[in-house]
């Protein structure tokens, strides 16, 4: 694993510190990689949505639409 180490101004370090202590991090280092675990999720999710929204339609959501897919992962469930 690599080693990058950050200047904070003392009110941001002693928030981590506080979040690290709170929320049960081992260390300010797991809390700062679930941030930028956070960040990466949300880079993904928008441009999938941003992916979808310049994609063509292809039908609408309905409720058909909608029990067909609940019927779909049903079936997925039991194999």
Not at 28 to 39: A, T
Request: proline content about 1%; hydrophobic content about 30%.
């Amino acid at each position: 694993m690599s080693t990058m180490n950050i200047s904070l101004p003392q009110n941001l370090k002693s928030f981590v510190d506080e979040q690290v202590t709170g929320r049960g991090y081992g260390t300010s280092s797991e809390y700062v990689r679930e941030l930028i675990r956070r960040d990466q999720d949300r880079l993904n999710l928008r441009r999938l949505l941003l992916d979808g929204a310049a994609s063509a339609a292809t039908g609408t959501a309905d409720g058909d639409y909608f029990a067909s897919l609940r019927e779909r992962a049903r079936g997925q469930q039991g194999e």
